[in-house]
């Protein structure tokens, strides 16, 4: 096996075929300025088009690609697995369709002072752009301000990119209970919760295609799983 690169990049996939080879090149080729070395990790869960036959020959064609494959749709696990799976000793979480290595450089540069342990991109702080539809960005407010109430949620966003330390992280991934849409809220909240050196930057956020999940779909499973977070945090803590 060769020498651990210098940062993964774990990106949970479901359904891109439209976009995921032309978005792996164009990532790599982009990294390919970065003075550090990057893995790639595709982490597939349960696409029903040709994802993960995709995932499998961009791994064939790249060395720095993986990918990790779970058989059914849970973005939350396939985010666990992608990140257990990472070599690097820092981690960054991101979408397909954003793959922002502008804030890969920034996030890496922060990091490795040494004074944080994660970095997180916010859609909603000030100085970010959130070029999505109204309506999603209007969610992701009511979503934000729905776990302030709900567990304390100190910060501005939980979805999308953040990098951070692994080793500093790992415990937390391993003390997180809910999975789907809401693990990436319960890592970051979390993250807090555990007192870890945390920071917020804006960012742009302009997507690449529609959304694959129905916002208006996933509103009740999402306030499902906020209830279990509330519990899994406010009474198991």
Not at 223 to 229: G, I, R, S, Y
Request: glycine fraction near 6%; charge should be positive; include cysteine.
């Amino acid at each position: 096996m060769s020498s651990p690169p210098d940062f993964s990049i774990v990106i949970p996939v479901f359904n891109e075929e439209a976009i995921l080879q032309a978005a792996v090149v164009d990532l790599r080729e982009r990294l390919s300025t970065f003075p550090e070395r990057a893995e790639i990790i595709l982490a597939e869960n349960g696409s029903t088009d040709r994802t993960l036959e995709i995932a499998v020959n961009l791994s064939q064609r790249f060395p720095d690609v993986r990918f990790v494959t779970i058989g059914s749709p849970n973005y939350g696990k396939a985010l666990r697995e992608g990140v257990l799976a990472s070599r690097a000793q820092y981690v960054v979480c991101e979408e397909i369709d954003l793959c922002d290595t502008t804030f890969h450089r920034r996030a890496l540069d922060l990091l490795k002072t040494r004074a944080l342990d994660m970095v997180i991109g916010s859609k909603l702080l000030r100085g970010a752009q959130d070029e999505r539809p109204f309506v999603r960005h209007a969610a992701s407010l009511l979503y934000n301000g729905l776990l302030r109430v709900a567990v304390g949620f100190e910060g501005t966003d939980t979805h999308g990119l953040k990098a951070f330390d692994r080793e500093a992280l790992l415990p937390v991934v391993s003390a997180c209970l809910v999975d789907r849409d809401v693990f990436a809220s319960e890592l970051v909240v979390r993250a807090y919760r555990a007192g870890l050196r945390i920071r917020e930057i804006p960012v742009r956020v302009l997507e690449k295609r529609t959304p694959s999940i129905n916002l208006t779909r996933r509103v009740p499973n999402v306030l499902k799983n906020v209830a279990k977070l509330t519990w899994a945090v406010r009474i198991r803590g």
